[in-house]
């Protein structure tokens, strides 16, 4: 699933430790994997506007409000602040640091990283905002849980499901099929651009 925001989460990685037989081979299959999707890539790009009419129109989703998206918008607002505006965070702006792996370091880390994500929720809109946009499938014959998410100032496409394998498989068919068509431009593969970047990934991890 992909998601806007969640959890803070710690990962602690041995430094300068040799990679397993099993990161080797997933680390080769990446290689190949994007090759492969590097070749299938042709300049042909949309707009966001155009991305979400082809939501709407072509997966039959539709746009969602109410108090939960207005939550997630909040959240991702947050995010947002803080990877590309933590100058308004103040003394919050810079990003904690985890000492050592102790228990209580660890802990330390976790209550800074909360803290810092409630400041940046308590910064007001005027000051800095995002254009956020959840489609849901709409299929009154369906129990899929597929959502789309479109952020547009800052030009990221998301979305998530929930369910049994045919959902998932559908979700996967559908995202991938978004992210090919809001594409990429003749000067996004010639610069390999952070939009190329971005569809390069959601390929790779959706194949």
């Known amino acids: 699933m992909i ?3 969640g959890p803070t989460s710690v ?3 041995k430094r300068n430790g040799k990679l397993t037989l099993r990161q080797r081979l997933e680390k080769f299959r990446y290689k ?3 090759a492969y999707v590097e070749k299938t890539l042709k300049a042909n790009s949309h707009s966001l506007d155009e991305v979400m009419d082809y939501i709407v129109n072509v997966h039959g989703f539709v746009e969602m409000e109410g108090e939960g998206v207005r939550q997630e918008y909040e959240e991702m607002r947050a995010s947002s602040i803080l990877q590309y505006a933590p100058e308004l965070l103040g003394e919050y702006a810079t990003m904690p640091q985890l000492k050592s792996e102790s228990e209580e370091d660890i802990r330390e880390y976790i209550n800074q990283s909360v803290e810092r994500q409630k400041k ?3 910064i007001p809109m005027e000051e800095f905002d995002i254009d956020f946009h959840k ?3 709409s299929g009154a014959d369906t129990n899929d849980n597929i959502y789309i998410i479109v952020e547009k100032r800052f030009a990221y496409i998301g979305g998530g499901a929930s369910g049994n394998k045919k959902v998932m498989r559908r979700f996967q068919k559908i995202y991938k099929d978004v992210h090919r068509y809001y594409g990429v431009t003749k000067e ?3 610069k390999k651009s952070k939009r190329y970047e971005q569809l390069v990934r959601a390929l790779i991890h959706w194949s």
């Open 188 to 190: 996004d593969i010639a």
């Open 32 to 34: 190949i994997k994007r």
């Open 120 to 122: 940046a929720m308590e």
């Open 11 to 13: 990962f602690l990685m």
């Open 3 to 5: 998601v806007p925001d």
């Open 135 to 137: 489609f849901q499938n």
